[in-house]
T-cell receptor, first 115, second 114 residues
Framework: ETGVTQTPRHLVMGMTNKKSLKCEQHLGHNAMYWYKQSAKKPLELMFVYNFKEQTENNSVPSRFSPECPNSSHLFLHLHTLQPEDSALYLC??????????????FGQGTRLTVV | AQKITQTQPGMFVQEKEAVTLDCTYDTSDPSYGLFWYKQPSSGEMIFLIYQGSYDQQNATEGRYSLNFQKARKSANLVISASQLGDSAMYFCAMITNTGNQFYFGTGTSLTVIP
């Protein structure tokens, strides 16, 4: 248990559905991240929030929409996804954005399948 | 550009033996941190060990040690006395002083054989 909780753990959605992934941490961290993990590919950073402000958007399609209402919660809103968006979506947090000597704490991920 | 390379997609080790998982990195930033994470089938990424670019000694955490060779830009993970519970994916990652994200390799799948 790392202190970062993601819900749901598994999600199956159709291409016309709208769903949201939730991430929650009560570690007092100021930076939160969304990563996408596809099979046999490196983890892909999607979004970075630092003190609730989005500081990074790695050319993510607009069908993925992040929301960070406070430092403890991070959402990823999904709509009109494609089958190739099926992947494990990992949320992480760290004390600060550029703290080199502090690791990122990861949630258990949401396994998303788009049908 | 920052890059992490893990050349071993899969490794096997006998229980109680030691195993080395390879990781090389590329960055022009003189200040960086290197991490190893373990990802069991449950999906969670578990932090194992950290090495700073200016650290003089190789990092150790219990059965995990990091063989840091700065000139060769390698940061191999050594797991001693392997246990069945060590079977998982292992990811090498890096963060640089100027970056704001963790760069991950493609991972190595380790299987411990009884």
């Amino acid at each position: 248990e790392t202190g970062v909780t993601q819900t749901p753990r598994h999600l199956v959605m159709g291409m016309t559905n709208k769903k949201s992934l939730k991430c929650e941490q009560h570690l007092g961290h100021n930076a939160m991240y969304w990563y996408k993990q596809s099979a046999k590919k490196p983890l892909e950073l999607m979004f970075v929030y630092n003190f609730k402000e989005q500081t990074e958007n790695n050319s993510v399609p607009s069908r993925f929409s992040p929301e960070c209402p406070n430092s403890s919660h991070l959402f990823l809103h999904l709509h009109t996804l494609q089958p190739e968006d099926s992947a494990l979506y990992l949320c992480a947090s760290s004390p600060t954005r550029t703290g080199m000597n502090t690791e990122a704490f990861f949630g258990q991920g949401t396994r998303l399948t788009v049908v | 550009a920052q890059k992490i390379t893990q050349t071993q997609p899969g490794m096997f080790v006998q229980e109680k033996e030691a195993v080395t998982l390879d990781c090389t990195y590329d960055t022009s930033d003189p200040s960086y941190g290197l991490f190893w994470y373990k990802q069991p089938s449950s999906g969670e990424m578990i932090f194992l060990i950290y090495q700073g670019s200016y650290d003089q000694q190789n990092a150790t955490e219990g059965r995990y040690s990091l063989n840091f060779q700065k000139a060769r830009k390698s940061a191999n993970l050594v797991i001693s006395a392997s246990q069945l519970g060590d079977s998982a994916m292992y990811f090498c990652a890096m963060i640089t002083n100027t970056g704001n994200q963790f760069y991950f390799g493609t991972g190595t799948s380790l299987t411990v054989i009884p």
